[in-house]
């Protein structure tokens, strides 16, 4: 039987990618249009991709938090960091791909949305727990709370991602000069991993990494908290 399925490419995916910070536009939206190309010619709906990525997500987590007592002992972390690398942004490419996936085939629902959503925040709580496991294993004068602390703030990036969505109005700055896009960085899930991943190659580092980005967000909410509110009392 002749496939009646319409031609598509992966450009196609990538055409139809939410944007994202340089790192995940170029690199994530870009692998997540293959992967979602290559679910659509196997017939994977979108939440296999999501549910893809929550599964590898968290093993790579599991594996990183596990092998610390064996690095504790002399094992290097060298190639533990490079795992990392390499799988959770696979994991994160899967999550791109489920959006794209979706939006091309017009298979998206409202069930699906909240399931990618969810997914999201178990994979990056197992984020946040590799950075304070690590930080706590190599950095032990940090005091608990700044763990605490950076893993309560942590979600502020994935809330007013979501928020962002319903009014556009959330973003604070909106221009896309590249000295701005630079900047925002430190926002752009892609760009933080990476950086995580590659802390791993020197854990005594995940203590810097984690009172710098703890503070990154800390300000973030406070100047969205501001910003809100200004703009109710206009």
């Not at 489920?98 to 949305?113: I, P, Y």
């Not at 940090?142 to 942590?154: I, Q, R, S």
Request: glycine residues 8%; proline residues 4%; aromatic residues 10%.
């Amino acid at each position: 039987m002749t496939d009646q399925r319409p031609s598509r490419r992966p450009a196609e995916f990538f055409a139809a990618n939410r944007g994202g910070g340089l790192v995940t536009l170029h690199l994530d939206q870009r692998g997540g249009a293959l992967f979602a190309y290559a679910a659509w010619r196997t017939g994977l709906r979108p939440t296999h991709l999501t549910l893809l990525n929550l599964v590898l997500g968290l093993a790579v987590s599991a594996a990183v938090i596990a092998y610390i007592p064996a690095a504790e002992d002399g094992a290097p972390w060298w190639p533990v960091a490079f795992g990392a690398l390499v799988l959770w942004h696979a994991a994160y490419m899967l999550d791109c791909a489920d959006g794209q996936l979706a939006r091309v085939t017009g298979t998206g629902s409202d069930a699906g949305a909240r399931v990618d959503i969810l997914c999201d925040v178990a994979i990056q709580a197992s984020v946040v727990a590799v950075v304070v496991a690590v930080a706590d294993a190599y950095a032990p004068w940090v005091p608990a709370w700044c763990g605490a602390a950076f893993a309560a703030l942590w979600m502020t990036n994935l809330v007013t991602a979501v928020m962002a969505k319903e009014d556009s109005s959330v973003s604070m700055v909106t221009s896309t000069n590249i000295v701005v896009r630079l900047v925002k960085l430190v926002r752009d899930y892609g760009f933080v991993v990476a950086v995580i991943a590659v802390a791993l190659a020197w854990p005594e580092s995940m203590a810097a990494v984690m009172l710098f980005f703890g503070a990154v967000n800390g300000l973030f909410l406070l100047a969205s908290i501001a910003t809100s509110a200004r703009a109710t009392l206009r």
